[in-house]
Nanobody, 126 residues
């Protein structure tokens, strides 16, 4: 069964850093455009960052520009979200998701993603 698995979440103080990983199980992420999304309690899910198949094009939400970096691993099956200068408002469950295979471009709209991980909790608090 194809699925995505997130890891790397945890508790961090404001100003700290975390690196989230999204790994494909039963799928090779090199063939998928990948997005990172988050959902805070009582709020709608929002797009954070996405990367196209080639890794040559990315998009970031305005709220994380200059702080978060999405990238593909050299193993061709991992997508990372490096999160620096974390703020309390970054607290949320973070999900990675994949678009249908071989769609080259990514999108920050979650409606088009059809494979999702179970999420990893990120808590930013002193």
């Amino acid at each position: 069964q194809s699925k995505l698995v997130e890891s790397g979440g945890g508790l961090v103080q404001p100003g700290g850093s975390l690196r989230l990983s999204c790994i494909g199980s039963g799928v090779t992420l090199d063939f998928y455009a990948i997005g990172w999304f988050r959902q805070a309690p009582g709020k709608e899910r929002e797009g954070v960052s996405c990367i196209n198949i080639r890794g040559s094009s990315i998009d970031n939400a305005d709220s994380v520009k200059g702080r978060f970096t999405i990238s593909r691993g050299e193993d061709k099956n991992t997508v990372y979200l490096q999160m620096d200068s974390l703020k309390p408002e970054d607290t949320a469950v973070y999900y990675c998701a994949a678009l249908p295979p071989l769609r080259p471009a990514c999108t920050m709209s979650d409606a088009q993603y059809n494979m999702w991980g179970l999420g990893t909790q990120v808590t930013v608090s002193s």
